[in-house]
């Protein structure tokens, strides 16, 4: 089956610093990568939409410029959190759709806790 | 702007009973639907999906879709303890390629 796979799982960082977060598909192209964002008792919220090689979409009251994402390739997907602080502390996840594999072709990786301190 | 709802619960079941959870969609554009299942700190997992009018069941799961009424649920047979967990509710905007999900609902089965 189709494998996302999503580093790190888990990490702290100091306030003010930058995180990168990766989403990488293992065994298939993904055409489009979606990244969201999850408090704690809420539901996922879709922050971004990314089609390879370009420019990602970004949903409304999200910071392009705070939330870098970059998508060169088939396979991997790249969230940066830039400047993070505490109220950036969530839980992070990526979903990749691949080409020619249907409505149920969403592959969910398996999230990364960030936590700023 | 394109919504998702579902009833945050928590919703309690006895063990061995049905598990009845609901969700509503605002657009009617949206033509695929899913279900997921999330356990605490994971990333959530999907059930099932439904995209034509009326039943679709996959062992103890049926997920139903009434597009006329944009209501979908998820009945789950013979409940288990394992299957406590929070079940969100998802519409594929197809305009936008994207998935968007509810608050979820939280389920416990009670032993």
């Known amino acids: 089956g189709a494998v996302v796979s999503q580093h790190p799982s888990r990490v702290i960082c100091k306030s003010g610093t930058s995180v990168k977060i990766e989403c990488r598909s293992l065994?298939?192209?993904?055409?489009?990568m979606f990244w969201y964002r999850q408090f704690p008792k809420q539901s996922l919220m879709l922050m971004a939409t990314?089609?390879?090689?370009?420019?990602?979409?970004?949903e409304q009251g999200v910071e392009k410029d705070k939330f870098l994402i970059n998508h060169a390739s088939l396979t991997l997907s790249t969230l940066t959190v830039t400047s993070a602080h505490p109220e950036d502390s969530s839980f992070y996840i990526c979903?990749?759709?691949?080409?020619?594999?249907?409505?149920?072709?969403?592959?969910f990786g398996s999230g990364t806790r960030l936590t700023v301190v | 702007q394109k919504e998702v709802e579902q009833n945050s619960g928590p919703l309690s079941v006895p063990e061995g009973a049905i598990a009845s959870l609901n969700c509503t969609y605002s657009?009617?554009?949206?033509?695929?639907f899913f279900w997921y299942r999330q356990y605490s700190g994971k990333s959530p997992e999907l059930i099932m999906s439904?995209?034509?009018?009326g039943d679709k069941e996959d062992g103890r799961f049926t997920a139903q879709l009434n597009k006329a009424s944009q209501y979908v649920s998820l009945l789950i047979r013979d409940s288990q303890p394992s299957d406590s967990a929070t079940y969100l509710c998802?519409?594929?905007?197809?305009?936008?390629?994207?998935?968007?999900f509810g608050s979820g609902t939280r389920l416990s089965i009670r032993p």
């Open positions: 979903s990749a759709k691949g080409q020619g594999r249907g409505e149920n072709g969403y592959t």
């Open positions: 065994d298939f192209q993904a055409t489009t």
């Open positions: 990314s089609n390879e090689g370009s420019k990602a979409t970004y």
């Open positions: 657009d009617r554009g949206s033509q695929s």
């Open positions: 439904i995209y034509s009018n």
């Open positions: 998802a519409a594929l905007y197809s305009s936008a390629s994207k998935i968007i």
